[in-house]
């Protein structure tokens, strides 16, 4: 048979609330993946908010907030809580952080738009290209097969299932 003591444990345990607060983020600690909060009800600072599921992970998704911004704490038990969203995130790792940013789809479809138009220029110029022999124009001899390329499109490019 149990103590009282332990059963009395057993009984709060099965009973603890999980809640949520809306905080200010005060201080953020990537090596151990947390943070610290400053309720906006007035209560106490929560401290050690995880960033991810699993603190020792290197994968896996963790949003890093921005300080000094509000966030939503959610308590799992009566002494551990988790950040459950963010308003102003400053980093999110997906996975880690290994493969870098993800990129800004408009801006990497008009730099490679760019480089199409400078090629399609090119191969213009070298497909209407004449020599001047003895003052007679003439086609350049045996001149490779040069052609255009099709330009590369948004939706070429785009994975539309993660958005920023």
Do not use: W
């Not at 809306?22 to 953020?28: G, P």
């Not at 909060?37 to 699993?54: I, K, M, Y």
């Not at 070298?126 to 086609?139: E, K, L, R």
């Amino acid at each position: 048979m149990k103590p009282i003591k332990e059963l009395i444990k057993d009984i709060i345990k099965d009973h603890e609330e999980i809640y949520s607060l809306v905080c200010k983020v005060d201080k953020v600690d990537l090596d151990n993946r947390t943070c610290d909060v400053t309720p906006l009800d007035g209560s106490a600072e929560v401290f050690d908010v995880r960033l991810q599921a699993d603190e020792a992970a290197s994968t896996g998704l963790m949003t890093i907030p921005k300080l000094e911004t509000n966030v939503i704490v959610t308590f799992y038990n009566r002494n551990q809580a988790y950040l459950a969203l963010v308003t102003e995130a400053e980093e999110i790792h997906l996975n880690g952080s290994e493969n870098g940013g993800l990129i800004i789809i408009q801006n990497l479809v008009d730099k490679i738009n760019n480089l199409e138009k400078a090629h399609n220029g090119l191969v213009t110029s070298f497909n209407t290209h004449t020599h001047a022999v003895a003052g007679a124009a003439t086609a350049v001899p045996n001149s490779p097969s040069t052609n255009t390329v099709i330009t590369t499109q948004k939706s070429d490019l785009e994975n539309d299932v993660i958005l920023h």
